[in-house]
């Protein structure tokens, strides 16, 4: 210690003596409040049957005693619509679900990105209004297929892989660039897409980003802003650091599908080793991100 820690040291410990433990500990806890705390919900694959919908609501009264400021939907909100099979009537049928699931919503803004199950590409021709990403656009209430948006000093970016070979097309990912370039020096920025960018599921399932090279690189360039990069779609808990930016693949609220899931081996509604639930990330005003991933009943 220099003899400036050590004057801090013993300031601290005299605050302590006056005011006791518990002073001391608010003052810290009060110097690293966040300034945003958000929910990461992703994977929902919501459906009509076993119970789904009572459940899902069950989770999302579970969080609004969180005390979040915001949702953010990782994608594959709908069981799914992507299936040669599924008809029309189906799709409307599980959209609407969702809609009354997330009612309970409407003081809360929902920042959603589209996964691969919310899309109807069997609609009986490309203009049809339910067909593809538009529609989902649509039924989501977001801006874009990809967007971003600021808040309390924070940049987020929602994208799109649902592009051929699981990747950023090439509009959007010059968007992107510019999207990061424009952006003040040292702005925290939270990525968040369907896939995982980079990650330990990828190699145990796959399905992660094809580009996740150019993405690397890209966020190494603007390493002073991306922080940390949300996920889903491999219904896993992961959490790899690279190059100092975390990327963070949360579980699936439907954990198996809301099924049983490997019930014998690892617990009710587990994907291999990771149970059904959501994830609280806490964002500071320094850069710093905490991402808790917790599991639901």
């Known amino acids: 210690m220099n003899r400036r820690d050590i004057l801090k040291h013993?300031?601290?410990?005299a605050a302590g003596t006056?005011?006791?433990?518990?002073?001391?500990?608010?003052?810290?806890?009060?110097?690293?409040?966040p300034v945003l705390t958000i929910a990461h919900i992703t994977d929902v694959h919501i459906r009509e049957d076993l119970d789904a919908p009572a459940r899902f609501q069950k989770c999302?009264?579970?969080?609004?005693?969180?005390?979040?400021?915001?949702?953010?939907?990782?994608?594959?909100?709908?069981?799914?619509?992507s299936y040669d099979t599924v008809k029309r009537e189906r799709v409307t049928q599980l959209w609407q679900i969702w809609d009354e699931c997330i009612s309970t919503l409407k003081s809360y803004d929902i920042y959603s990105?589209?996964?691969?199950?919310?899309?109807?590409?069997?609609?009986?021709a490309k203009d049809d209004a339910m067909y593809g990403k538009d529609y989902v656009v649509k039924r989501l209430k977001i801006p874009?297929?990809?967007y971003s948006f600021t808040r309390k000093g924070w940049h987020f970016i929602i994208l799109d892989g649902n592009n051929e070979g699981v990747k950023l097309d090439e509009e959007q990912y010059q968007w992107l660039e510019q999207d990061l370039k424009a952006l003040p020096a040292g702005t925290p920025t939270l990525l968040m897409s369907?896939?995982?960018i980079l990650g330990i599921t990828p190699i145990l399932v796959g399905g992660g980003h094809s580009d996740h090279q150019r993405l690397k690189s890209l966020f190494f360039q603007y390493r002073d802003k991306v922080k940390i990069c949300l996920s889903g779609h491999n219904h896993l808990s992961d959490n790899a650091v690279y190059n100092g930016v975390r990327y963070c693949c949360n579980g699936a609220m439907s954990g198996y599908w809301w099924g049983a899931g490997d019930k014998e081996s690892a617990g009710e509604g587990y994907y291999l080793e990771t149970p059904a639930?959501?994830?609280?990330l806490k964002l500071y005003a320094d850069g710093t991100v905490e991402n808790e991933y917790i599991a639901h009943s």
Not at 113 to 124: E, R
Not at 277 to 280: N, R, V
Request: with cysteine; glycine share 10%; proline share 5%.
């Open 194 to 196: 369907h896939y995982p």
């Open 18 to 33: 006056l005011l006791g433990p518990a002073a001391v500990k608010a003052a810290t806890d009060k110097k690293r409040s």
């Open 113 to 124: 990105c589209i996964g691969n199950h919310d899309t109807w590409w069997q609609a009986p």
């Open 144 to 146: 874009h297929r990809y």
């Open 277 to 280: 639930g959501y994830a609280i």
């Open 10 to 13: 013993t300031g601290l410990m």
């Open 60 to 81: 999302l009264e579970e969080i609004k005693n969180r005390k979040v400021d915001f949702f953010l939907n990782g994608g594959d909100s709908i069981f799914d619509a």
